[in-house]
């Protein structure tokens, strides 16, 4: 869809911390970017890549709470792309944040022209397309954003692993349904792996899994109590509130 057909709003995230500019129809900003966003840890100094970064909700939410981090959004879409380069000039982040129109999956070499070159991360933070092909929506941008080839995740794991250097760390979320999967993928390259189920209410089964874990690192598994987004009446959580709106940090591992 040409971009002088997209309906466009502003959005205030993180209690009003971010606004971005985001297409009304198709994948758009929501808890799972700011709860990545907040799962990821930082350093001034830093370079951190967002792989499927969309407009820019968790990469530019992270550079937000981390001052001196500097931050490449990898978007395959050249509209989502361009709006992550805006919201990073809109919201005073342009020095550190920048936008590349990359496929997460594309070859090393392609990577390395974009500017990302082997090693060159301490951290590599994503929110892959968890629907199966047959399960893709109509709209072009959801169909980007959410749905994928099964092969995929493999393909994103492995470019974050290119990406990061030694011990670099990995962030990931995605449907609790494809916890196996994901940890499958990891497991060739990563380690000390901790996962953090997202619960909607209390007693109701996990909806998302916070997924972390270290190149190179072989520690054990480690399986974190669930972090609940509702109480039983719907109410957000005060933790919950405490991420979503207060910008506070969510950890997995302690680094």
């Known amino acids: 869809m040409a ?20 297409p009304l129809r198709g994948h758009r900003v929501g808890h799972d970017a700011i709860l990545l966003a907040a799962a990821t840890s930082g350093r001034a100094g830093e370079h951190v890549v967002d792989l499927g970064a969309g407009v820019g909700g968790a990469g530019l939410a992270l550079a937000r709470r981390v001052d001196g981090l500097a931050v490449t959004l990898v978007e395959i879409d050249p509209l989502l792309a ?21 496929d997460a999956g594309a070859s090393a ?27 893709a929506s109509p709209d072009r941008g959801r169909r980007l954003a959410h749905a994928a080839p099964y092969d995929a995740l493999p393909q994103w794991v492995t470019a974050a692993s290119r990406l990061l250097q030694p011990q670099g760390v990995i962030t990931l979320i ?5 916890l196996g999967e994901v940890l499958g993928a990891l ?19 996990a909806i998302r899994v916070l997924v972390q874990g270290f190149k190179g690192n072989r520690a054990p598994l480690s399986l974190l109590p669930g972090f609940v987004l509702a109480d039983a009446d719907g109410k957000p959580s005060p933790q919950a509130e405490a991420v979503l709106r207060g910008g506070a940090t969510l950890s997995l591992t302690g680094n």
């Open 82 to 102: 361009e709006l992550a380069h805006h919201n990073a000039a809109a919201n005073g982040l342009a020095q550190r944040v920048r936008s590349v129109c990359l």
């Open 174 to 178: 995605l449907r609790a349904d494809r």
């Open 187 to 205: 497991a060739d390259e990563f380690g000390a792996l901790a996962v953090l189920p997202i619960h909607p209410k209390p007693g109701l089964a």
């Open 3 to 22: 971009a002088e057909q997209v309906g466009f709003s502003e959005d205030a995230v993180l209690g009003g911390r971010l606004v971005l500019r985001q």
């Open 109 to 135: 070499g392609a990577f390395a022209a974009a500017g990302l070159a082997a090693a060159s991360a301490a951290r590599v933070l994503m929110n892959p397309p968890f629907n199966p092909p047959q399960h």
